[in-house]
DNA sequence: CCCCTTATAGTCGAATGGATTATAAACGGG
DNA sequence: CCCGTTTATAATCCATTCGACTATAAGGGG
């Protein structure tokens, strides 16, 4: 008896082709003096990605090949996002294909040869979800209407209070708070509604007037949506952050990063404090003079925290610890 | 020009085979009575499984029906786990398979016909999971000691180091606190070290002499782990926990299976506060009888809170809301 | 009726977290 | 050289949360 699991062997798509083609992904992130960037090849309008194929070792080290084969870019820490098979491919053949979508945290620095790859920024895609300088005009002006007629279009009531009341949650309609964490949801909202290109381009109905953001090639731009909210929330409960700092910072440079990414700004005091009782960071002794007053520390990363994986957060009201 | 991504059409690999077999993995997980249950097959050492093909309309469709005809039993919450390659296939053909790998909550209660599937408890395949009723001596008197000459085994005391800090993590060894979202790390740790009986088969090295938990065929057990760890994790900031209760239930009754899959004790009277101020619950008016003592007031969940996402608590110092 | 069991409510203090204010140290212009 | 500007850094205040504990209520069984 062989030690694989049944259902290979006597299930009932036995028979059938079960071949896929298995595509890997990645949303390459960094940060550059406080504006968040994807690695995009093309026009800027879509990300890198390739086969998994025979001679790659695993997902991981496949990724990473294609990612420096196609932009230079060596990358350092990778994380899963997610996979996705119910793609429609326009294309007749009957070939499924699994796209294994990871999220790659780096710096910019490293020098990218000639390829035919750029550094975008995320609010170019995101346009609605950079809250840094206040709510973006867009909201108000163009997606909160549209989003109401949205709902107001459909027969019935109960459908149509739930579309409202989605938009409103996903974009802080009726003095509901923002919530950063939203992104992916913010995305599929404006998709099911018509309002950004990929939606009327795949569904090859009437052109939409006006569509928000720049457009990606098939459903890359949800992809990056995956990985801007997976990355929102990273930030929050693993020092994931330092990933994109260099080797030294300030505490500002830090907090301008983490505030890029969450597209929204961050009490100072408070910040700091709470980088400091994490114990996240150590000084280095120097000083950085180009901030434009007083002298700031230089920090670096206190790499042993890695390990302490065992501060997290607990929510629950457990039993004598 | 097409709008494919270019890697599809001129990477290095294109001309080799890129077909890959892809294969659905589910960890379908109830509580029953206080004690956490995983739907497995075969002799218990496997989990339901299947290969995804042409005619699933999605992978969580194709997962559904894999499981609905290998147990009998349909699925409601399903989440994506993790999405695995580089699993060592015995057999010498060059054919890679993904493992794609799923969390699915439900109730016992479904008829689940002639099946040959059964429910198996979490713990008998991690026995050192289950602190309810304190710290299983099985840590004590064999991982510990077997761990710590794991440590010892290695020649470089850096490394030796290194490996007594992170069981010293995992396993709380040390003082430290125990951390039930570990269980993913405590498997692969496990497995590192040869105490349990997959690393030993997979290396076709010596028999250990003692191993600990219930086998599973292939890399299962650890796609478990990986359940566990996510559901432990989950319960604490989404209100996943109601998917495994029936309709009406007590709070002890919900105190108790949180209990099950946290794997230790709750104090009773800050969980009630806890579940009450987030408003996840209401009475309905009944109350309970079989319970011993006073009666019990009987509540449902108040599914409205599934929508109000916009709870997420956050951790970062924002400013003005 | 007493006692045991479980349910439910309330209290107390430490810790957390958001907001604000105060002080320190550089620079540049008059 | 003083003074205003800018940024860094420290300290304070207060509401809320959270863990641990105590007290009271309401059933059943001997």
Redesign the interface.
Known sequence: MD??????RN????A????????L?AVVVSVNDGEPAVLT??QGD??????????H???QSGLRA?VE??TGHPLGYIE?L?????RDRADGR?Q?V?S?SYLALTRKEHATGASACAWRSWYDYFPWEDHRLGTPKLIADVLKPRLLAWAAAVEEAAIARERR??AA?AFAFED????E??AL?RYELLYEAGLVAEATRDERSIASDSTAGTTM??D?RRILATGLARLR?K???RPVVFELMPPVFTLLQLQRT?EAL?G????KP??R??IEQQELVEETGETSLDTGGRPAKLYQFRHAVL????V??????????
């Open positions: 030690d694989r699991p049944k259902a290979t299930g009932r798509a036995a059938k082709a079960k071949e896929v083609e298995a595509e992904i090849i093309g879509c990300l890198p990605s390739g086969p998994f194929a025979l001679e070792r695993s997902l294609w084969q196609q899963q997610y996979t996705f098979a119910d009957q499924r699994i294994i009341r989605r949650i509901r708070p923002w919530n964490e939203l949801q090639v098939a890359h929330s930030i929050k409960y983490v969450a929204r700004l961050i009490n408070n910040f404090r709470l390990d302490e994986t065992a997290a957060g607990t929510k629950l009201p457990l039993a004598r610890g």
